[in-house]
T-cell receptor, first 112, second 114 residues
Framework: DSGVTQTPKHLITATGQRVTLRCSPR?????VYWYQQSLDQGLQFLIQ???????AKGNILERFSAQQFPDLHSELNLSSLELGDSALYFC???????????FGPGTRLTVL | AQSVAQPEDQVNVAEGNPLTVKCTYS??????LFWYVQYPNRGLQFLLK??????LVKGSYGFEAEFNKSQTSFHLKKPSALVSDSALYFC????????????FGRGTSLIVHP
């Protein structure tokens, strides 16, 4: 158990809908990272937050957004969902900008 | 830009035999290198890292990795494979300056046969 929690574990929704994925980092970790894992694209970095502020952006679509709250939990919002958004979404956390990341169990999103 | 190549989609090995999962990287400056393992329906678990120092790094579950600067490689090894080692293995690299975000390889599926 990495100490990073993600909810929900599974999410099934329809095209055009909006969903919110939630992540709680390890106690004391200030950095939260979001990744998307799909069979054809591998593990893709989406976005990083550090102590409430956006720190780095990767291959995140404009339909996706995220935020980190004062209690350091983070939410990833996915809107106008398309079939191709079906994937595993992982959250990871680290102590500051430490190179070592700890991953949550993931949320499997299925868009029908 | 930084990049990671895992040239083998799948590695097959018999239980008890040594295993190697290959990784090569490209990064500006000195690298931070990592190996993660992912079991089915689970998140990635940290195995080991190279930051500086000894080129042979020992990690969890009997795994080790050798950093080779001239060949820009960081191959994962284990002297004696177990069936329970069967999983997806990811190599990742991060530079020591600039972006703090690691780049992951596409993963190598390790299958250990009884």
């Amino acid at each position: 158990d990495s100490g990073v929690t993600q909810t929900p574990k599974h999410l099934i929704t329809a095209t055009g809908q909006r969903v919110t994925l939630r992540c709680s980092p390890r106690s004391g970790d200030l950095s939260v990272y979001w990744y998307q894992q799909s069979l054809d694209q591998g593990l893709q970095f989406l976005i990083q937050y550090y102590n409430g502020e956006e720190r780095a952006k990767g291959n995140i679509l404009e339909r996706f957004s995220a935020q980190q709250f004062p209690d350091l939990h983070s939410e990833l919002n996915l809107s106008s969902l398309e079939l191709g958004d079906s994937a595993l979404y992982f959250c990871a956390s680290s102590v500051g900008t430490s190179p070592e990341q700890f991953f949550g169990p993931g949320t499997r999103l299925t868009v029908l | 830009a930084q990049s990671v190549a895992q040239p083998e989609d799948q590695v097959n090995v018999a239980e008890g035999n040594p295993l190697t999962v290959k990784c090569t990287y490209s990064v500006s400056g000195n690298p931070y290198l990592f190996w993660y393992v992912q079991y089915p329906n689970r998140g990635l678990q940290f195995l080991l890292k190279y930051i500086t120092g000894d080129n042979l790094v020992k990690g969890s579950y009997g795994f080790e990795a050798e950093f080779n600067k001239s060949q820009t490689s960081f191959h994962l090894k284990k002297p004696s494979a177990l069936v329970s080692d069967s999983a997806l293995y990811f190599c990742a690299v991060r530079g020591t300056g600039g972006s703090y975000i690691p780049t992951f390889g596409r993963g190598t599926s390790l299958i250990v046969h009884p």
